[in-house]
């Protein structure tokens, strides 16, 4: 059946006999279900308020009327109002008359010489779900006498949870829907559609046929229509206001007064409209989030704008929200038309924060970080190296001041979990000392200091393959002092004596070039050469063991397993604010910190960097774990795994410092592998810090809930690796790093270090 597109009444003056015809012919043709008239009540409510002071009896109301009607018969006076869309026909006072009544309750909030001016404005309005509310609103209130509507949409069943409608509107034009309301409030008010929506080859004359606008509301999801409205409201000079119905933000752009005014406040500047058309509600994220704000935005949006395409199809709007954005921006358009309001901004009214609990009582205790360690100072090293010298003699072998440097530089180029670097070298009487700076490594989420012992094997690695490819031998004795506190490494050298080959002065060089690598590209089968070959230099590091899959269906199991461990992560609140520590989200502030990982060396979308920049708020992100959502976290994860060439996991047999500073080293030597093989490498491993948390450390700190989850996702894991084997020499390995392996492009750029002079210091 088609649907009836019709949505002008047909007034009907039945002393005109041309009107009268019509008026017999709906009649006859059956095509008047249903009369309306309430006329006489009507005039009761004219009279009365022509004698406002006077208390007109019941009774008296007969004689006046009849005076009113001065010879009219009452059926004829005034006018019929022919609905086609609902086949019914109502009888109302005549314009003046009806206007005057329907608007009495106005005054004097408004007066009626404003309401007459108001009579002679033009509001249009682009976008009629939000806007739907804002139109019902003013053509109450009588704040104009034209609307011009544009939207191209029909009304889905989702869209009735803010759009006042009933059922039997479904599939009929949003603009439609919303003259029909208005002309069934007034059908005096003047109500123009466009409902093919506002386009570049209307928009002329949406602004300006039969009289340029007064005031034009924006409310509209199309982003290119959203940037083009408004600089075709400033070429003409027309004030824009728009609501937002999140937490009652209000935006007024004032280009009647201020010409010269950017459009949005500045916000959309090198935004190109016919860029970002038809783009998907997920990538409209980030630009919808420079207009509005990201920092200002509800604590639910933030969190349902992270569900976007993955519960949810698009953000969320609310009856309340709108029904409140009609009333703020009916008000606002009412004083700019009257010349009472002449401002331009971005105005909150957020009923949350004025109507709420004085008292507020927490369900749960909110968790902070609080850094146990200060910052290791010059005499915490020195009082060590003394300690260390007071059972061992300083080693008659020194380096040269440039073998020195070059072995220096190595150790502090090593990659490190967050890029936190957390190391303190110090050279005194030739022996070289590493240190554990625990105030830069200290995390919730490095259990057992893991990260930390692994970067600190990594650097000892850097360090060894330089020395090599100097010619000196380096003898490393780890924990060299009781207690072992923060000394984890005394290093002494000696010339060596075989003569230095050019593959130690090439493996070297490999030192500056190994990095992370996140870029994503189609997968590639390496082989199972190559993991071979990585096996055996693994090995060069005693109880460090490899193991590897490219197996598709492995793949995509582990893809899943290290998603939800990432997850998990970030709906911790300490694993949370954690990871927001360590982004960088640029390079200026990269440059301030020289730590840490700048967003951009990371192959996301932007929509994806603007879900991370909503992401920032615990508040929203906490909102997640309580529905048990999140899934958006996952699909870095997910996407960095599809293009994996295979899953490498370095696992040892007993779970210690002395083993993770181990395995520190096979994964050096490992990435460099890879490295010289051109094969990108991305270390995942918040897997096997989590697995380590459940099983060495008994769950600590973590909720039931997360432990039971995280079991189940190891019963999974070993079902990839088979770690525990009964019949093995040792039956139970730990797994300790996990890397991906693929075939990508270069990464653009590495995380920067910090300078020598802060890690390095000698006597």
């Given at each position: 059946?088609?649907?009836?597109?019709n949505?002008?009444?047909?007034?009907?003056?039945?002393?005109?006999?041309?009107?009268?015809?019509?008026?017999?012919?709906?009649?006859d043709?059956?095509?008047?279900?249903?009369?309306?008239?309430?006329?006489?009540?009507?005039l009761q409510e004219l009279?009365?308020?022509?004698?406002?002071?006077t208390?007109?009896?019941?009774?008296?109301?007969?004689?006046?009327?009849?005076?009113?009607?001065?010879?009219?018969?009452?059926?004829?006076?005034?006018?019929?109002?022919?609905?086609?869309?609902?086949?019914?026909?109502?009888?109302?006072?005549?314009e003046?008359?009806f206007?005057?009544?329907?608007?009495?309750?106005?005054?004097?909030?408004?007066?009626?010489?404003?309401?007459?001016?108001?009579?002679?404005?033009?509001?249009?309005i682009?976008?009629?779900?939000?806007?739907?509310?804002i139109?019902?609103?003013?053509a109450m209130?009588?704040t104009?006498?034209?609307?011009?509507?544009?939207?191209f949409?029909?009304?889905?069943?989702?869209?009735l949870?803010?759009?006042?409608?009933?059922?039997?509107?479904?599939?009929?034009?949003?603009?439609?829907?919303?003259?029909?309301?208005i002309?069934?409030?007034?059908?005096f008010?003047?109500?123009?559609?466009?409902?093919?929506g506002?386009?570049e080859?209307?928009m002329d004359?949406f602004f300006?046929a039969?009289?340029k606008?007064?005031?034009?509301i924006?409310v509209?999801?199309?982003?290119d229509?959203k940037?083009?409205?408004?600089?075709?409201?400033?070429?003409f000079?027309?004030?824009?206001?728009?609501?937002?119905?999140?937490?009652?933000?209000?935006?007024?752009?004032?280009f009647d007064l201020?010409?010269?005014r950017?459009?949005?406040?500045?916000?959309?500047e090198g935004?190109?409209?016919?860029?970002?058309?038809?783009?998907?509600?997920?990538?409209?994220v980030?630009?919808?989030?420079?207009?509005?704000?990201?920092?200002t935005?509800?604590?639910?949006?933030?969190?349902?704008?992270?569900e976007?395409?993955?519960?949810?199809?698009?953000?969320?709007?609310?009856?309340?929200?709108?029904?409140?954005?009609?009333?703020?921006t009916t008000?606002?358009?009412?004083?700019?038309?009257?010349?009472?309001?002449?401002?331009?901004?971005?105005?909150?009214?957020?009923?949350?924060?004025?109507?709420?609990d004085?008292?507020?009582?927490?369900?749960?205790?909110?968790v902070?970080?609080?850094?146990?360690?200060?910052?290791?100072?010059?005499s915490?090293?020195?009082a060590?190296?003394?300690?260390y010298?007071?059972?061992?003699?300083?080693?008659?072998f020194?380096?040269?001041?440039?073998?020195?440097?070059?072995?220096?530089?190595?150790?502090?180029i090593?990659?490190?979990?967050?890029?936190?670097?957390?190391?303190?070298?110090?050279?005194s009487h030739?022996?070289?000392?590493?240190?554990?700076?625990?105030?830069?490594?200290?995390?919730?989420?490095d259990?057992?200091e893991?990260?930390s012992h692994?970067?600190?094997?990594g650097?000892?690695?850097?360090?060894?393959i330089q020395?090599?490819?100097?010619g000196?031998?380096?003898?490393?004795?780890?924990?060299?002092?009781?207690?072992?506190?923060?000394l984890?490494a005394?290093?002494?050298?000696?010339?060596s004596?075989?003569?230095?080959?050019?593959?130690?002065?090439?493996?070297?060089?490999?030192?500056?070039?190994?990095n992370?690598?996140?870029k994503?590209?189609?997968?590639?089968?390496?082989?199972?050469?190559?993991?071979?070959?990585?096996?055996?230099v693994?090995?060069?590091?005693?109880?460090?063991?490899?193991?590897?899959?490219?197996?598709?269906?492995?793949?995509?199991?582990?893809?899943?397993?290290i998603a939800?461990?990432?997850?998990?992560?970030?709906?911790?609140?300490?694993?949370?604010?954690e990871?927001?520590?360590?982004i960088?989200w640029?390079?200026?502030?990269?440059?301030?910190?020289?730590?840490?990982?700048?967003?951009?060396a990371v192959?996301?979308?932007?929509?994806?960097?603007?879900?991370?920049?909503?992401?920032?708020?615990?508040?929203?992100?906490?909102?997640?774990?309580?529905?048990?959502?999140?899934?958006a976290?996952?699909?870095?994860?997910?996407?960095?795994?599809?293009?994996a060439?295979?899953?490498?996991?370095l696992?040892?047999?007993?779970?210690?410092h002395?083993?993770l500073?181990?395995?520190?080293?096979?994964?050096?030597?490992?990435w460099?592998?890879?490295c010289?093989q051109?094969?990108?490498?991305h270390?995942?491993?918040?897997t096997?810090?989590?697995?380590?948390?459940?099983?060495h450390?008994?769950?600590k700190?973590?909720?039931?809930?997360?432990?039971?989850?995280?079991?189940?996702?190891?019963?999974?894991?070993l079902?990839?690796?088979?770690l525990?084997d009964?019949?093995?020499?040792?039956?139970?390995?730990?797994?300790?790093?996990?890397?991906?392996?693929s075939?990508?492009?270069?990464?653009?750029?590495?995380?920067l270090?910090k300078d020598?002079?802060?890690?390095?210091?000698?006597?």
């Amino acid at each position: 059946m088609e649907i009836n597109q019709n949505y002008t009444p047909i007034l009907l003056r039945i002393t005109n006999p041309v009107d009268k015809e019509t008026f017999d012919a709906l009649i006859d043709d059956k095509k008047v279900m249903f009369f309306h008239d309430e006329i006489y009540g009507q005039l009761q409510e004219l009279i009365k308020s022509e004698h406002p002071s006077t208390k007109i009896k019941k009774e008296d109301y007969p004689a006046l009327i009849d005076q009113h009607l001065a010879g009219i018969a009452i059926d004829e006076y005034g006018v019929w109002v022919y609905y086609p869309w609902s086949l019914r026909m109502v009888h109302l006072l005549d314009e003046a008359e009806f206007v005057e009544v329907r608007t009495n309750r106005n005054r004097y909030k408004i007066t009626r010489e404003e309401q007459n001016a108001l009579r002679e404005k033009k509001i249009g309005i682009v976008g009629l779900s939000v806007g739907q509310s804002i139109a019902l609103t003013l053509a109450m209130e009588r704040t104009c006498g034209e609307l011009r509507l544009a939207d191209f949409d029909t009304a889905e069943l989702s869209n009735l949870n803010r759009i006042r409608t009933g059922v039997q509107n479904l599939g009929v034009n949003k603009a439609i829907i919303a003259a029909r309301e208005i002309l069934e409030i007034d059908p005096f008010i003047k109500v123009r559609l466009y409902m093919d929506g506002l386009q570049e080859d209307n928009m002329d004359h949406f602004f300006t046929a039969n009289g340029k606008l007064d005031l034009f509301i924006e409310v509209c999801d199309g982003l290119d229509i959203k940037i083009e409205s408004r600089y075709k409201a400033k070429e003409f000079g027309i004030p824009v206001v728009m609501d937002t119905n999140d937490r009652g933000m209000l935006d007024v752009e004032r280009f009647d007064l201020e010409p010269d005014r950017p459009v949005l406040h500045g916000l959309t500047e090198g935004l190109d409209p016919k860029s970002i058309r038809g783009l998907s509600n997920e990538d409209k994220v980030p630009y919808i989030l420079r207009m509005i704000g990201a920092d200002t935005i509800s604590t639910r949006m933030k969190a349902s704008m992270l569900e976007v395409e993955q519960s949810i199809n698009t953000w969320p709007q609310l009856a309340s929200s709108v029904t409140l954005g009609g009333a703020l921006t009916t008000d606002v358009c009412r004083r700019i038309l009257l010349d009472q309001y002449h401002e331009s901004g971005r105005y909150y009214i957020d009923l949350e924060d004025l109507v709420k609990d004085e008292k507020v009582v927490h369900a749960e205790k909110e968790v902070k970080e609080v850094n146990p360690y200060l910052p290791i100072e010059r005499s915490d090293i020195k009082a060590q190296v003394d300690q260390y010298f007071q059972n061992k003699e300083e080693s008659a072998f020194g380096v040269t001041e440039d073998q020195l440097n070059r072995l220096i530089d190595a150790a502090l180029i090593a990659p490190s979990a967050g890029n936190n670097q957390p190391w303190k070298w110090f050279y005194s009487h030739n022996v070289l000392f590493l240190f554990h700076d625990k105030f830069q490594s200290w995390s919730w989420g490095d259990y057992y200091e893991m990260g930390s012992h692994l970067s600190l094997g990594g650097a000892l690695e850097n360090v060894h393959i330089q020395a090599q490819a100097l010619g000196l031998n380096d003898a490393v004795e780890l924990f060299p002092v009781k207690d072992r506190q923060m000394l984890i490494a005394a290093i002494r050298f000696s010339a060596s004596t075989e003569v230095v080959t050019a593959d130690a002065v090439e493996l070297a060089k490999y030192i500056y070039i190994r990095n992370t690598n996140r870029k994503l590209a189609e997968r590639k089968v390496l082989g199972d050469d190559f993991y071979h070959r990585m096996e055996d230099v693994v090995h060069q590091i005693d109880h460090v063991n490899l193991h590897y899959t490219e197996d598709e269906l492995a793949l995509a199991e582990l893809a899943d397993i290290i998603a939800e461990c990432d997850k998990v992560r970030l709906l911790n609140q300490m694993g949370h604010e954690e990871f927001f520590h360590e982004i960088r989200w640029n390079k200026e502030e990269a440059g301030k910190t020289k730590n840490g990982v700048e967003i951009d060396a990371v192959d996301i979308t932007p929509s994806e960097k603007a879900g991370f920049r909503v992401a920032q708020d615990w508040n929203a992100v906490k909102l997640l774990a309580q529905w048990d959502k999140g899934n958006a976290f996952k699909k870095m994860s997910l996407d960095g795994i599809k293009c994996a060439s295979g899953i490498v996991v370095l696992s040892v047999p007993e779970f210690t410092h002395e083993a993770l500073i181990e395995a520190g080293r096979a994964a050096q030597k490992a990435w460099i592998f890879a490295c010289q093989q051109h094969v990108a490498v991305h270390p995942m491993l918040s897997t096997a810090f989590f697995f380590n948390r459940l099983m060495h450390g008994k769950g600590k700190e973590l909720p039931a809930h997360v432990a039971d989850k995280l079991s189940l996702l190891r019963q999974r894991f070993l079902k990839v690796f088979a770690l525990e084997d009964v019949n093995a020499a040792n039956p139970v390995q730990k797994e300790v790093f996990l890397m991906k392996v693929s075939i990508a492009p270069d990464a653009e750029s590495t995380s920067l270090r910090k300078d020598k002079k802060e890690l390095f210091d000698r006597e």
